[in-house]
C-alpha cells in the first residue's frame, strides 16, 4: 500500500488548475456510481469552453500578424540584389520567408495544442473516475525537434527584422543617435508589439504544453470536502504509465479470449491492461516519441472507440467532430496561403531572380512540415476512428471486437 500511495500523492501534486471535490464513491467494475463535483472538469462543453477561449486568442493574434504580413511592407526590408548584393539580398529572402511562415505553422500548432489539451483532460478525468490515474511523461519543451524548429524559425524573422531596421536607419553611422532617436524607437516598438508580443505569448503557452499534469486536479483540491473518502479512493487507484497506455492503445482491444467489448468494458479492460503493463521496468525502458506535440494522440484512440455508447461518451464524440468543421477550414487557410507564396517565389525565380530560391526552400519545407502535422493530426482523430466505428457497425454483434 505504501508503495502505491506516495507516487500517486507525487502524480497528482503536478496539477495546477483549481477543481471543487465533493464526498464520493466509485465503482471499481462498473465505474462511477455517483458525480461528484471536479467531474465537471471532464465534461465536454467545459473543455470545449476551455480549449476554445485558449485557441481564439491565439488565433487571433497571429492571424493579425498574418493579415499585416501579407497586406504592409512596412516591416518587410526590399531584397532587390542590385543595391544590397546577392547574399544580402538571398539572406533577406530566406529570413523574410520565415517571417511569414512563422506565424502560419504556429496557427497550426495552436491548433494542435488545443486538440491535445482536451483529449488529454478528458482522458484524464474519465479514467480518474474509474479508479485510476495516468502518470504523464513530462518532456522538456527545448528537447521537441518541433519547439527547436519553431524557435529556429521564430530567430530568423527577427534577423530579418534586424536587417530592415539597420538598413532602413544606416546603423553603420552614428549607432548612438540613431538608437536615441524618436521616430527609431517607435518603430522598434510598433515591431514589438506587431510580432514580437504575439509570438512570445505564443511561446509561453507552447512552452507550457508540454506538462499536461499543470493543467489538472489538484491534490489539495481533490481531499476538499470529504478527506477520508478522498483517501480511500486514492489508495484504490492504479497507476498507468503514459508509455504503457501508448503500448496498450497500439493495437484495438479485444477482451478475455478475444470476447467483444462495449461500452464500460473498454475502460475497465485498458485499466487492466495499462496498468498491468505498467507494474515493473516497462515505463522506465518505454520511451515515448520526442515529437511530443504530434505523436502522442494516445488519448483519441481511447476516446472516440466507436463502442463506448453511454450519452456521455456519444455527446463527447458529436462535439469532437462537429469542432473538426472549423479546424478544417484553418487548416485549409493556411495550406491555401502556403500555396500563394510558392507560386509567387516560383514566378518570380522563373523571372530571373535567384535570390529567390532561398525563400522558396523555406517556403517549401514548412508547407511539408505543416501537411505532415495536420496528416498526424486527422489521421488519429478522424480517419481511423471514423473506419473503425463504420467497421463495428458493420459486424454482427457477437463478433464486433
Not at 255 to 275: H, M, N, P, T
Request: aromatic content about 12%; glycine content about 6%; charged content about 20%.
Amino acid at each position: 500500500q505504501a508503495q502505491v500511495t506516495a507516487p500517486v500523492a507525487y502524480s497528482i501534486s503536478f496539477i495546477s488548475v483549481t477543481a471543487m471535490p465533493s464526498a464520493t464513491t466509485y465503482g471499481a467494475a462498473d465505474g462511477p456510481t455517483r458525480k461528484v463535483e471536479w467531474d465537471s472538469r471532464g465534461a465536454t462543453l467545459g473543455l470545449l469552453i476551455q480549449v476554445g477561449a485558449l485557441l481564439g486568442k491565439q488565433v487571433a493574434a497571429l492571424a493579425v500578424i498574418v493579415l499585416q504580413v501579407v497586406s504592409s511592407y512596412d516591416y518587410l526590408m526590399s531584397c532587390n540584389p542590385e543595391i544590397i548584393g546577392f547574399g544580402m539580398a538571398a539572406t533577406c529572402e530566406w529570413s523574410k520567408a520565415h517571417v511569414r511562415c512563422f506565424p502560419l505553422i504556429a496557427i497550426l500548432v495552436s491548433l494542435l495544442i488545443a486538440a491535445r489539451m482536451l483529449m488529454f483532460l478528458r482522458a484524464y478525468y474519465q479514467l480518474l473516475k474509474r479508479d485510476a490515474l495516468v502518470v504523464f511523461d513530462v518532456l522538456p519543451a527545448y528537447k521537441d525537434p518541433l519547439f527547436l524548429i519553431l524557435l529556429f524559425s521564430m530567430s530568423q524573422a527577427c534577423l530579418h527584422f534586424a536587417l530592415n531596421i539597420g538598413a532602413a536607419n544606416d546603423l553603420s553611422k552614428d549607432i548612438k543617435n540613431k538608437v536615441e532617436d524618436a521616430e527609431f524607437q517607435e518603430s522598434v516598438n510598433d515591431l514589438a508589439l506587431f510580432y514580437i508580443v504575439p509570438a512570445g505569448v505564443f511561446f509561453a503557452l507552447l512552452y507550457s504544453s508540454y506538462d499536461v499534469a499543470e493543467a489538472v486536479l489538484p491534490l489539495s483540491k481533490f481531499f476538499e470536502g470529504a478527506p477520508e473518502e478522498a483517501l480511500a479512493h486514492v489508495r484504490r487507484l492504479q497507476l498507468i504509465p503514459e508509455p504503457a497506455a501508448v503500448a496498450v492503445l497500439q493495437h484495438r482491444m479485444e477482451g478475455k479470449d478475444g470476447q467483444a467489448l462495449e461500452g464500460e468494458a473498454v475502460y475497465r479492460r485498458f485499466i487492466d491492461l495499462a496498468s498491468e503493463l505498467g507494474r515493473g521496468n516497462f515505463a522506465s525502458d518505454r520511451q515515448l516519441s520526442r515529437w511530443r506535440l504530434v505523436a502522442t494522440w494516445w488519448p483519441a484512440k481511447l476516446l472516440l472507440d466507436g463502442r463506448l455508447a453511454d450519452e456521455e461518451s456519444i455527446h463527447f464524440h458529436r462535439a469532437w467532430y462537429a469542432s473538426w468543421l472549423p479546424s478544417l477550414g484553418l487548416i485549409g487557410f493556411v495550406l491555401y496561403y502556403c500555396y500563394l507564396l510558392i507560386a509567387d517565389k516560383c514566378m518570380d525565380i522563373a523571372g530571373g531572380s535567384r535570390e529567390d530560391i532561398a525563400g522558396l526552400v523555406v517556403y517549401v519545407g514548412f508547407t511539408i512540415l505543416i501537411c505532415r502535422f495536420a496528416f498526424e493530426m486527422a489521421h488519429t482523430t478522424l480517419i481511423s476512428p471514423f473506419f473503425a466505428r463504420n467497421l463495428d457497425a458493420a459486424k454482427p454483434p457477437t463478433e464486433a471486437a
